[in-house]
């Protein structure tokens, strides 16, 4: 297949009429300076001294008096007289009078019977309006030039409308089926495809479905989290339906001047019209399709206007265009309620986070163009990507192949795949020199998060342990669920934020003081808090009721102009709940320490030695602490029996 993306309609290559122009220029300032030099070569030019005395010898014909300068044609004796002894002699000459008053000069002239001619030294007026029109010429001449390098740019190629043509929609296009990508290249949104399937038979045979009068969908949106690909999906569905195609961002339509953002709209619909069957993608709509009246502009926003017309547009489809308007966003609590209303965007197609299988799926058609090593197990990473999206998994695959390329590896292998993994979730290694005091206080910090997972019931599975700075971090406890989690319960969040709190509770235990590593601990913590009080009804006191809290305005900013529905008791109430619940879990924390305090050191003092530690090594450490500490108590009870 043809890749190949160009604007539309399609367009000439440029001209090379600027070329001619620019070799005409040159060509006519050459004969310019060429035809000055030949004049200036046939006058003569002398000094005022010779001028005087040649007047005198009655050798000057005629005078011409520009300011203080003064050109003449010499006698027919005189140009006789030179042409015999030295050769043919100049027929004009010029000369240049002295800055002071010269009286003499005028009756020397009438003496000699010298015709006098004068002119005056004030410009013309078409020179005067030429030399006025220079500079706007040349500021017109740099807005033509600039514009035209932004339609270039914009276009993919020849200006389109001149460098007046902003309200053509800087829009790719792709030829039938040129996309390249079918629904076998999208993997891990099989829900997302069946509901596309349609629209796809629909485009490829119409009469079928108009035989039972059903219609077409005007418009799809496409909702999910970034990376979960939404743009390859309709860019597969482009490619499925062999239709032309029709591509922009919604941050397109929006530029300095007003009225823009609509007239690229028309443009661009007009063009999907004229070749329908067609599919229209507007990628990031949330960008011009947020909710009106809302905007700091009122109704004359620009934003509101482009939107007007979006809305305007899309109802007023006829049956027989046959165009699909696709739309993608994340943010899809912000778009106006009279675009997601039925005759625009009728079908709504969610994409997900992928769950193990679609992520292995995934895995699998990125892994395609990359050799891989024969112990690489993609099921085993797929179980370790909770939460990753299909631009992530795509990411790992890419940066596993770097490191190998790095190492001068063949193929990609396990380790590589695991470094890569590690990489984009903790962030890459860097080396930092930390003391011997600072380092046994990380060792600490991460065995206390590390403990806390092992002993909580409801806590995640460890996965790894590591006092090697990544990132941000100078050290890590990573855990990795054993399975998707859709909803969370409450004894699941409670053991969750053990978790997060273990590191500072480790450190009152052993140092008996604080530091501030645990800054990004509790901010995490008390945010969680903050949503079980708020968002979920997990407070016994405040019941099963949701508050809104530090909600975002969709055009003024977070937090700008929040609304509170609740009342300053019920504030106050909140935080005294999330307070209540750090404190309850942070104690229970601390006791459960306490009574496993031979694990938190032999787990501190084996960080320290080793710096990182994998699932497998935790569990023979704790396994071992257990059995030291079962021989003594026999021997205890021994004795003392």
Same mark, same amino acid.
């Given at each position: 297949?043809?890749?190949?993306?160009?604007? +539309?309609?399609?367009?000439?290559?440029?001209?090379?009429?600027?070329?001619?122009?620019?070799?005409?220029?040159?060509?006519?300032?050459?004969?310019?300076?060429?035809?000055?030099?030949?004049?200036?070569?046939?006058?003569?030019?002398?000094? +005022?001294?010779?001028?005087?005395?040649?007047? %005198?010898?009655?050798?000057?014909? /005629?005078?011409?008096?520009?300011?203080?300068?003064?050109?003449?044609?010499?006698?027919?004796? +005189?140009?006789?007289?030179?042409?015999?002894?030295?050769?043919?002699?100049?027929?004009?000459?010029?000369?240049?009078?002295?800055?002071?008053?010269?009286?003499?000069?005028?009756?020397?002239? /009438?003496?000699?019977?010298?015709?006098?001619?004068?002119?005056?030294? =004030?410009?013309?007026?078409?020179?005067?309006?030429?030399?006025?029109?220079?500079?706007?010429?040349?500021?017109?001449?740099?807005?033509?030039?600039?514009?035209? &390098?932004?339609?270039?740019?914009?276009?993919?190629?020849?200006?389109?409308?001149?460098?007046?043509?902003?309200?053509?929609?800087?829009?790719?296009?792709?030829?039938?089926?040129?996309?390249?990508?079918?629904?076998?290249?999208?993997?891990? *949104?099989?829900?997302?495809? %069946?509901?596309?399937?349609?629209?796809?038979?629909?485009?490829?045979?119409?009469?079928?479905?108009?035989?039972?009068?059903?219609?077409?969908?005007?418009?799809?949106?496409?909702?999910?989290?970034?990376?979960?690909?939404?743009?390859?999906?309709?860019?597969? *569905?482009?490619?499925?339906?062999?239709?032309?195609?029709?591509?922009?961002?919604?941050? $397109?339509?929006?530029?300095?001047?007003?009225?823009?953002?609509?007239?690229?709209? %028309?443009?661009?619909?007009?063009?999907?019209?004229?070749?329908?069957?067609?599919?229209?993608?507007?990628?990031?709509?949330?960008?011009?399709?947020?909710?009106?009246?809302?905007?700091?502009?009122?109704?004359?926003?620009?934003?509101?206007?482009?939107?007007?017309?979006?809305?305007?547009?899309?109802?007023?489809?006829?049956?027989?265009?046959?165009?699909?308007?696709?739309?993608?966003?994340?943010?899809?609590?912000?778009?106006?309620?009279?675009?997601?209303?039925?005759?625009?965007?009728?079908?709504?197609?969610?994409? =997900?986070?992928?769950?193990?299988?679609?992520?292995?799926?995934?895995?699998?058609?990125?892994? &395609?163009?990359?050799?891989?090593?024969?112990?690489?197990?993609?099921?085993?990473?797929?179980?370790?990507?909770?939460?990753?999206?299909?631009?992530?998994?795509?990411?790992?695959?890419?940066?596993?192949?770097?490191?190998?390329?790095?190492?001068?590896?063949?193929?990609?292998?396990?380790?590589?795949?695991?470094?890569?993994? $590690?990489?984009?979730?903790?962030?890459?290694? %860097?080396?930092?020199?930390?003391?011997?005091?600072?380092?046994?206080?990380?060792?600490?910090?991460?065995?206390?998060?590390?403990?806390?997972?092992?002993?909580?019931?409801?806590?995640?599975?460890?996965? &790894?342990?590591?006092?090697?700075?990544?990132?941000?971090?100078?050290?890590?406890?990573?855990?990795?669920?054993?399975?998707?989690?859709?909803?969370?319960?409450?004894?699941?969040?409670?053991?969750?934020?053990?978790?997060?709190?273990?590191?500072?509770?480790?450190? &009152?235990?052993?140092?008996?003081?604080?530091?501030?590593?645990?800054?990004?601990?509790?901010?995490?913590?008390?945010?969680?808090?903050?949503?079980?009080?708020?968002?979920?009804?997990?407070?016994?006191?405040?019941?099963?009721?949701?508050?809104?809290?530090?909600?975002?305005?969709?055009?003024?900013?977070? /937090?700008?102009?929040?609304?509170?529905?609740?009342?300053?008791?019920?504030?106050?109430?909140?935080?005294?709940?999330?307070?209540?619940?750090?404190?309850?879990?942070?104690?229970?924390?601390?006791?459960?320490?306490?009574?496993?305090?031979?694990?938190? =050191?032999?787990?501190?003092?084996?960080?320290?030695?080793?710096?990182?530690?994998?699932?497998?090594?935790?569990?023979?450490?704790?396994?071992?602490?257990?059995?030291?500490?079962?021989?003594?108590?026999?021997?205890?009870?021994?004795?003392?029996?």
């Amino acid at each position: 297949m043809n890749n190949e993306k160009q604007s +539309y309609p399609p367009q000439p290559e440029p001209s090379l009429n600027w070329r001619y122009l620019l070799w005409m220029i040159l060509v006519i300032i050459f004969l310019m300076y060429w035809l000055g030099s030949a004049n200036r070569q046939a006058v003569d030019e002398i000094t +005022y001294t010779e001028f005087k005395q040649a007047l %005198r010898q009655g050798q000057i014909a /005629e005078v011409t008096l520009e300011g203080q300068r003064i050109a003449g044609t010499y006698t027919g004796t +005189y140009r006789d007289a030179q042409a015999e002894g030295e050769g043919i002699g100049a027929k004009k000459f010029s000369t240049t009078r002295p800055p002071f008053e010269d009286p003499e000069l005028m009756s020397l002239l /009438e003496q000699q019977g010298v015709t006098v001619r004068a002119e005056s030294q =004030e410009t013309s007026l078409w020179a005067q309006a030429i030399i006025g029109m220079l500079p706007w010429l040349l500021i017109l001449g740099l807005i033509f030039y600039a514009s035209y &390098k932004m339609q270039q740019r914009m276009m993919g190629g020849g200006a389109r409308g001149g460098p007046f043509g902003f309200g053509k929609a800087p829009v790719k296009r792709f030829r039938e089926g040129s996309t390249g990508i079918t629904f076998e290249d999208v993997a891990g *949104v099989e829900n997302a495809k %069946r509901d596309l399937h349609e629209i796809v038979d629909y485009l490829k045979d119409p009469g079928r479905f108009k035989e039972v009068g059903a219609k077409i969908p005007k418009g799809i949106l496409l909702m999910g989290p970034p990376g979960t690909g939404k743009t390859l999906l309709a860019k597969a *569905v482009a490619g499925e339906a062999g239709v032309p195609f029709y591509s922009i961002s919604g941050s $397109d339509f929006i530029e300095m001047f007003v009225g823009v953002g609509a007239a690229r709209v %028309r443009d661009m619909f007009k063009a999907a019209k004229e070749e329908a069957p067609s599919i229209l993608f507007i990628d990031e709509i949330d960008s011009v399709g947020r909710a009106r009246g809302t905007g700091l502009g009122g109704g004359h926003d620009e934003r509101e206007q482009t939107l007007n017309q979006i809305l305007g547009e899309m109802d007023g489809f006829a049956a027989q265009e046959n165009v699909v308007v696709l739309a993608a966003t994340n943010r899809p609590d912000v778009l106006d309620p009279a675009l997601l209303r039925p005759g625009r965007f009728d079908r709504k197609v969610i994409l =997900e986070l992928p769950d193990k299988k679609a992520r292995q799926k995934v895995l699998e058609v990125h892994a &395609k163009e990359v050799p891989l090593a024969e112990d690489v197990d993609l099921e085993v990473i797929a179980k370790r990507t909770v939460g990753f999206s299909g631009a992530d998994l795509a990411n790992l695959v890419n940066e596993a192949a770097l490191l190998t390329a790095r190492e001068r590896k063949k193929k990609v292998d396990m380790d590589m795949l695991n470094l890569a993994r $590690d990489k984009i979730v903790l962030g890459a290694e %860097r080396e930092t020199i930390l003391s011997e005091e600072e380092k046994k206080l990380v060792a600490y910090h991460e065995s206390g998060h590390a403990l806390m997972a092992w002993l909580l019931p409801e806590a995640d599975p460890l996965d &790894k342990v590591t006092i090697i700075p990544h990132g941000m971090a100078l050290g890590a406890t990573e855990q990795v669920p054993e399975e998707d989690r859709h909803n969370l319960k409450h004894s699941y969040l409670l053991d969750r934020l053990g978790v997060m709190l273990g590191g500072r509770v480790a450190e &009152k235990i052993i140092f008996g003081d604080v530091t501030s590593g645990a800054e990004s601990d509790l901010k995490q913590a008390t945010q969680l808090a903050r949503r079980m009080v708020c968002q979920w009804g997990m407070s016994d006191k405040l019941g099963a009721a949701a508050f809104r809290r530090g909600e975002e305005h969709v055009f003024l900013g977070r /937090e700008l102009t929040q609304q509170r529905d609740f009342s300053e008791q019920t504030a106050q109430l909140i935080d005294d709940e999330i307070r209540r619940i750090l404190d309850e879990v942070e104690r229970k924390a601390e006791n459960l320490m306490q009574k496993h305090r031979d694990k938190l =050191e032999a787990l501190a003092k084996a960080l320290i030695e080793t710096e990182t530690l994998d699932a497998d090594e935790i569990k023979r450490i704790f396994k071992g602490v257990k059995a030291q500490g079962r021989s003594r108590g026999e021997a205890v009870a021994t004795s003392t029996g």
